[in-house]
């Protein structure tokens, strides 16, 4: 067999986080934590669409404060 040498030539790829809930309710907070910093989100539908973008809204609104969640 060959030996295998690793030059470090491949490109560069970003670092890919996926969230999803288990539980999609009405009335619930959802919380995201990173690096000890938190954000939430109370739910006020039980739409899967309503919550994720409610989550996205809130996350946004803390990346000057948080910065560990510019990236998401």
Do not use: H, R
């Not at 809930?21 to 009335?27: D, E, L, V």
């Not at 739910?43 to 669409?49: D, Q």
């Amino acid at each position: 067999m060959a030996t295998k040498y690793w030059i470090g030539g491949a490109a560069a790829v970003a670092q890919v986080a996926t969230i999803t809930y288990g539980t999609i309710a009405s009335a619930t907070t959802y919380t995201v934590t990173c690096n000890g910093k938190s954000v939430s989100f109370l739910s006020t539908t039980n739409v899967a669409a309503d919550i994720y973008a409610g989550v996205a809204a809130a996350i946004l609104a803390v990346q000057s404060t948080a910065p560990e969640f510019k990236d998401f």
